[in-house]
């Protein structure tokens, strides 16, 4: 039997124009009466962090339809070259019109390190269209900041590849991952620092929405869990044994919490 990690186009690909003009990819599998966004990471796409890693054909088996973006600068939609293209705040707005230009009233919403950034601009700006949020590999870290992110950003716009030597190897892993998958480096770049924008701690306690936020025990890029949580009303969190902000995402704890969260209510 071929599975949807074997045949990836089961993911049926469309694109919209956006208020602000950028073409962006997103993909759609139909199964249920609920909907679920799923929004990927920095550097990946929506096949990399979602079908290659079981999450599309996870969902569809529990009866939900999939949407999927591969987020502007990002996979198959249009590359901008300028940081303000990728506020936060925008790039949610690209999510809320996939929403619209698919006619759903009310959907899951699921993102994954940028991506779970990325969610939480929508729900606390675009409340009314988010049913249950799920957050992945970024907790306080969304408030604080991330370290590093110059340093990431001078290795992705460097042309000679020689030249980045001297960082560490955790940096040149972020320029090494997106070159694995073809990704505009230049591109990447002008986005990290465009989407890099921190919320407020009023603006995360404004999420009223019932939230699942999952992180892995050694996530250095996550940032504290617990009082990240505690912020919102309505929220819960799971720390996964032994995981990093890599090997979090298919760990099948993580499915389970998942399908137990969605299913509860």
Partial sequence: MITIRDNPNVLKKHYIKTS????????????????IMLIHGFASNAHVNWVFTGWVE?????????????????????????????????????GVEVLHHRNVKKA??????????????MAVNYAHIIDKIILGGLAYNMIKGLPHT????????EDNEDSISHYSRDIINYRLFASKYGADLKALAYSLLGSR????????SRVTHEALIVVGEDDAVAGEVQPFCALMTNARYVILPKRDHMKAITDKIFYQEVIQFLSDG
């Avoid at 602000?20 to 009466?33: N, P, R």
């Avoid at 924008?197 to 995360?204: M, N, P, R």
């Fill in 108 to 121: 899951h919403i699921f993102g994954y390190s940028m991506g779970a950034r990325i969610a939480t601009f």
């Fill in 197 to 204: 924008a921190v919320l407020s701690t009023a603006d995360v």
């Fill in 20 to 35: 602000d003009g950028l073409e962006i990819a997103y993909y759609l599998a139909e199964g249920g009466e609920q909907t």
């Fill in 150 to 157: 110059q340093e990431i950003y001078d290795v992705l716009m």
């Fill in 58 to 94: 996870f969902f569809l088996k529990q009866g939900f339809s999939v949407l999927a973006l591969d987020n502007r600068g990002h996979g198959e939609s249009q590359k901008v070259y300028s940081e303000h293209a990728y506020h936060p705040i925008r790039m949610a707005l690209d």
